[in-house]
């Protein structure tokens, strides 16, 4: 957690942690006339070592996918000359970085609540060693080429859980019978498509802290618009 507050002006806050199979990141910056500021947070899980093996041994060695899910929820916000964005992005030793969801808020766009459930795949070599990593980054600053003061706001706590696997492929498609070398990535809440939905049971926590973010947002933004 880091909060600032600069000689010039202005307010900086970005906060960010993680947990097997959870990202939390939020920035938050206020923009006085005339000063630009950036407030970024980002948050990452590694899954390492872990390992899939088929259950044909002839077909150890070939290529593999993951296919899984992944829920986020998430709220931003902006005014005047703020601009609030947010990035899921994942990676591995075998899979190029992906941006799974790239969302930006304005005064123009208003304020926007994210709330999806992502399906994505992760390349994988069966009996080899892998590795991904979840990233979530938030940033919040100013809008290029807008003057005047600001505000801007990324909420991403709480809000980003592994939702499971869906299916492990193979060339032929999707598998059974195959097995764990290393850590098992089947935890949290295993879907299916009739099942996306409610994936991911959620702590009441959550969604009492998405209650209290839209009324901060709705008194911010009266605020805003009072002065």
């Not at 942690?17 to 920035?27: K, L, T, W």
């Not at 990593?133 to 706590?157: C, I, M, P, Y």
């Not at 059974?176 to 009441?204: E, K, N, Q, Y």
């Amino acid at each position: 957690f880091s909060r600032r507050e600069p000689a010039n002006g202005g307010l900086l806050i970005a906060e960010a942690d993680s947990d097997r199979g959870v990202v939390r990141a939020s920035a938050t910056v206020e923009l006085p006339v005339g000063v630009n500021h950036t407030a970024t947070a980002t948050s990452t899980w590694e899954e390492a070592l872990w390992v899939i093996n088929h259950p044909d041994p002839a077909k150890q060695g070939t290529s593999g996918l993951l296919r899984f899910g992944f829920f986020i929820q998430g709220t931003l916000d902006a005014t005047g000359a703020g601009v609030a964005n947010m990035i899921l992005a994942i990676e591995g030793n075998r899979t190029i970085q992906q941006n799974l969801l790239n969302i930006g808020a304005t005064s123009v766009t208003g304020p926007k609540v994210v709330n999806a459930f992502i399906e994505g795949t992760i390349g994988f070599v069966f009996g080899q060693n892998a590795n991904f990593t979840f990233r979530l980054t938030t940033s919040a600053q100013r809008r290029s080429g807008v003057t005047g003061a600001g505000f801007a706001e990324a909420l991403f706590t709480n809000s980003g859980y592994w939702g499971g696997l869906s299916a492990v492929e193979d060339a032929d498609g999707p598998l059974t019978g195959f097995t764990f070398g290393g850590p098992d990535l089947d935890f949290g809440a295993t879907f299916t498509t009739s099942t996306i939905p409610a994936a991911v049971p959620l702590p009441a926590s959550v969604w009492l802290l998405g209650t209290g973010v839209a009324g901060l947002l709705w008194r911010r933004r009266a605020k805003a618009a009072a002065a």
